[in-house]
């Protein structure tokens, strides 16, 4: 069996044209940009703590986070005191028994932190945590 050293194209033709590769690329491109999401959730910098006893929380937690400047978030965005309790009433009362999460920074006062936890606590929540990272020593 014999096997042409030069192939031709088709008869006529002697380059490929690329134009149909080109337009198939740019419809990718164009479905992947279109189907993907990209929502930055703007986050608050908060430097936690470091723990040894540490444990990955595996449920959907209400989260309250305290910043460095001893300011109250819920869920991203900034609450007073009396906000904070307000939702979590709400959250009572509407029956979503959620645990919370504190995200305190590790520079907060400790008062701060006690503060919404009491918060937590007159509001009716019974299981109220503070996020911590795991120390690797």
């Known amino acids: 069996m014999q ?14 044209n690329i134009t149909p590769l080109v337009d198939m690329v740019f419809l990718l491109l164009i479905f992947f940009m279109l189907t993907s999401s990209f929502i930055v959730t703007p986050g608050i910098k908060v430097n936690l703590p470091k723990a040894v006893s540490a444990e990955a929380v595996k449920e ?19 609450v ?15 029956d979503r028994q959620q645990p919370v999460l504190i995200k305190a920074d590790k520079e907060v006062r400790l008062g701060s932190v006690v503060e919404v ?3 937590c606590r007159k509001a009716g929540i019974s299981q109220v945590n503070i996020a ?6």
């Open 3 to 16: 096997f042409r050293k030069h192939l031709e194209l088709e008869r006529g033709q002697k380059e490929i």
């Open 60 to 78: 959907e937690n209400f989260n309250v986070t305290v910043n460095n400047d001893n300011l109250i978030y819920v869920e991203g965005s900034p």
């Open 80 to 94: 007073t005191r009396r906000e904070l309790s307000e939702r979590l009433e709400k959250m009572i009362r509407e």
């Open 117 to 119: 936890w009491d918060i």
């Open 132 to 137: 911590t990272q795991q120390d690797t020593q």
